[in-house]
């Protein structure tokens, strides 16, 4: 098993910061160096994080001290730098790392020679803990179902990335032009697309996250949202979100959609289908940014139509095989807003 170095940008909030730790040191069994980048931290994280270098527990750690806050992404670049292992985590330090979480993030790493970022679980994409379940045992039931397994994404979730050297020695650090954060991932792993890695999603290690913990105590968070929101759409155009509604069998058009539906999700578009459930014979590529959701038959046009009128995020394009259902969606184009195209054949 390869070693890896873990990076963490710190501002303050010693507490949160030690939790991070807490549960790295804890729950994981795999080599790694920890590399801690103290951003103009106050005296007590500032000390907190200089007291490390005496916690036996900790075999390798590499602090770097600034004196000011040059924002997360240029912290995280100099982690980047400052890292020799063949693997690196980058990893937000509002987080809880679970049992395993490191060695099944390599593990899948090494699954693809094309494989160059991977995220793992968390509440941070949907999977919450239930209430009445430890963390604990909740990570433990992750790993024991779906070890091993992963699924293409779009772009990673910057809370915890693992990344291999290789990527970083290809195509350099992060673009520090997106500050404090925020898109700074998402650019990332559509560059790393461009020179040939996939971003994956590993469904078995968890990292809990409590997000915008750090973005919240600048008190800006909305504001560096929507600034590097547009920066990132300047440089890779604004994301589509896509609707196919499809009603009969047509092998020669769904062995189409399937490549198409594809190369979209991964210039982070957002891809939904439709379909009746009698129509099974559609096959897509098992991805983040692409849906399948299956209809009964006797509320088809009314729960599409439904939808699409109140979904708050509305699709920017959406095709349809039906020609009643084309219509109508048609004279209903100045609620929903979106591009009605008929699929013909």
């Not at 982070?268 to 129509?279: A, G, K, T």
């Not at 184009?333 to 054949?345: D, M, P, S």
């Amino acid at each position: 098993m390869s070693t890896c170095d873990i990076i963490i940008p710190v501002w303050n909030l010693k507490g949160i910061t030690e939790r991070c730790i807490e549960s790295i040191i804890k729950n994981t069994r795999c080599q790694y160096r920890l590399i801690i980048i103290d951003n103009g931290s106050e005296a007590e994280t500032k000390q907190y994080l200089e007291g490390l270098k005496n916690d036996s527990r900790i075999k390798n750690y590499l602090l770097i001290r600034n004196e000011e806050n040059l924002g997360c992404t240029k912290a995280i670049n100099q982690g980047m730098r400052a890292s020799t292992e063949e693997y690196m985590a980058v990893l937000n330090n509002d987080t809880i790392c679970c049992q395993g979480w490191l060695f099944e993030l390599v593990g899948v790493a090494e699954a693809a020679p094309d494989i160059g970022i991977v995220n793992p679980n968390s509440n941070n994409l949907g999977f919450n803990c239930p209430k009445k379940m430890s963390l604990d045992k909740y990570a433990l039931s992750l790993m024991q179902r779906y070890k091993g397994k992963y699924i293409e994404m779009a772009t990673a979730v910057g809370f915890c990335s693992l990344i291999k050297k290789e990527v970083v020695e290809k195509i350099g650090v992060y673009d520090e032009a997106f500050g404090m954060g925020y898109f700074d991932d998402t650019e990332y792993s559509m560059r790393a697309r461009e020179f040939g890695y996939k971003t994956v999603f590993a469904k078995a290690p968890y990292v809990y996250h409590d997000e915008h913990v750090s973005f919240n105590i600048l008190g800006s968070l909305e504001e560096i949202f929507k600034e590097n929101r547009k920066l990132f759409h300047e440089k890779f155009g604004v994301p589509k979100r896509i609707l196919y509604i499809l009603t009969k069998e047509n092998k020669v058009y769904f062995a189409a959609l399937e490549k198409e539906t594809y190369v979209l999700a991964n210039k982070f578009n957002w891809i939904r289908v439709f379909l009746p459930h009698q129509l099974q014979g559609l096959r897509l590529a098992e991805h983040t940014n692409i849906a399948v959701i299956f209809i009964s038959q006797f509320f088809f046009r009314f729960h599409c139509l439904f939808n699409v009128l109140v979904k708050k995020k509305k699709y920017s394009d959406i095709y349809v095989d039906d020609k009643k259902l084309f219509k109508m969606l048609q004279a209903l184009t100045q609620f929903h807003k979106a591009k009605v195209t008929l699929i013909k054949g």
